[in-house]
């Protein structure tokens, strides 16, 4: 089971789909940085293309956090190759092709019923260490605007209340 403040869960030579090639991708490829790594259902689907393009408009913002992106679903390199080609030419961040499902079941995220992953997503620290889950059902899209408010608060360091955003007091803060 997936915990925060324990290491993320490794992968290594997990195929994944990045403007129009293919490539080998390991967790240790990360190290060093943050990452943001979101699992979601499937390809060609609805609520699906709207947190990937979210993600894709705020990537360069992710990048001066010092933070990567990286997406995974159980589709094949080939059905994100025709979807993203086709579809979602402005994704610069690389999606994994999870067809063992190795990966999906070690973060927890695994639908053994619908046989998909479900919406997960992980803050992982520049050591590898997880510091923030969340897990939804498949038909609630997340917030990336939260997502880069968490990282902030993560990388600040201090104790932040509910709703903190950069440049506002913490609670460690006198």
């Not at 089971?1 to 195929?15: C, R």
Request: aromatic share 12%.
């Amino acid at each position: 089971m997936i915990q925060v403040g324990k290491q993320a869960p490794d992968f290594q030579n997990i195929t994944a789909y990045h403007k129009g090639e293919f490539h080998k991708v390991n967790l240790s490829d990360y190290r060093g940085k943050w990452l943001v790594f979101f699992f979601y259902p499937r390809d060609f689907t609805f609520i699906c293309p709207t947190e990937i393009r979210g993600f894709a408009k705020a990537c360069g913002d992710f990048k001066s956090q010092s933070c990567n992106i990286l997406a995974c679903s159980t589709d094949s390199e080939w059905s994100h190759k025709n979807w993203f080609e086709r579809d979602l030419p402005e994704v610069d961040y690389p999606i994994l092709a999870d067809v063992t499902l190795n990966v999906s079941k070690a973060y927890d995220v695994y639908d053994e019923v619908e046989g998909q992953a479900n919406r997960g997503l992980f803050i992982i620290d520049p050591e590898g260490i997880v510091k923030y889950t969340l897990i939804s059902a498949a038909s609630v899209g997340r917030s990336v605007t939260e997502t880069m408010r968490v990282l902030k608060a993560l990388q600040s360091g201090d104790l932040c209340p509910a709703e903190w955003n950069q440049g506002e007091k913490t609670l460690s803060r006198a």
